[in-house]
T-cell receptor, first 113, second 114 residues
Framework: DTAVSQTPKYLVTQMGNDKSIKCEQN?????MYWYKQDSKKFLKIMFS???????INETVPNRFSPKSPDKAHLNLHINSLELGDSAVYFC????????????FGPGTRLTVL | AQSVTQLGSHVSVSEGALVLLRCNYS??????LFWYVQYPNQGLQLLLK??????LVKGINGFEAEFKKSETSFHLTKPSAHMSDAAEYFC????????????FGSGTRLLVRP
């Protein structure tokens, strides 16, 4: 029943490791997003895919690499994790369109030690 | 560039009192505006949105917001606060252009006192 799901919910890892977060939506949307929420709750877009094509790539270190194998999935791989990567990462999806609501997943809390 | 400003990082009200959360936007074109709520350890949920139809928008859980072009504002209100309204509230504007990313304000934490 979950509309937008993310795994894992919590991720604790050491500096320098590589990790992935997965996102899936069952809403039939054509556009998916990754947002980062920092410790002060500020939310910022990182990436967006429309029909598996990258359409937003904000100023994000190239250690972050999104991958969209199909319209229902958008994964985020992070290489060489740093302390500053600790945050909550949210996946969202929508139909493409300026007025369209984005549906958010529950978030993945990443802690880098 | 479009932007959103939320005045007040924390707002505290008594249960049953009026809730007013402020949001001002900056946009060179008619904006599309959203209010989202985030409960602790959860994702964001849409409360309501303005997409150039009626200026008074009603949302879920008794919330509403009024779009005022002259004031570039989209404040969120609820006549009577409930304990369950305690959460983080985000105002957002939909970006102009094909990307349609959401640009969020810094959020307002609503505290409801018994």
């Amino acid at each position: 029943d979950t509309a937008v799901s993310q795994t894992p919910k919590y991720l604790v890892t050491q500096m320098g490791n590589d990790k992935s977060i997965k996102c899936e939506q069952n809403l039939g949307h054509d556009t998916m997003y990754w947002y980062k929420q920092d410790s002060k709750k500020f939310l910022k877009i990182m990436f967006s895919y429309n029909n598996k094509e990258l359409i937003i790539n904000e100023t994000v270190p190239n250690r972050f690499s999104p991958k969209s194998p199909d319209k229902a999935h958008l994964n985020l791989h992070i290489n060489s994790l740093e302390l500053g990567d600790s945050a909550v990462y949210f996946c969202a999806s929508s139909h493409q369109g300026r007025s369209n609501e984005q549906f958010f997943g529950p978030g993945t809390r990443l802690t880098v030690l | 560039a479009q932007s959103v400003t939320q005045l007040g990082s924390h707002v505290s009200v008594s249960e049953g009192a009026l809730v007013l959360l402020r949001c001002n936007y900056s946009s060179s074109v008619p904006p599309y505006l959203f209010w989202y709520v985030q409960y602790p350890n959860q994702g964001l949920q849409l409360l309501l949105k303005y997409t150039s139809a009626a200026t008074l928008v009603k949302g879920i859980n008794g919330f509403e917001a009024e779009f005022k072009k002259s004031e570039t504002s989209f404040h969120l209100t609820k006549p009577s606060a409930h304990m369950s309204d305690a959460a983080e509230y985000f105002c957002a504007v939909s970006d102009l252009g094909s990307s349609y990313k959401l640009i969020f304000g810094s959020g307002t934490r609503l505290l409801v006192r018994p």
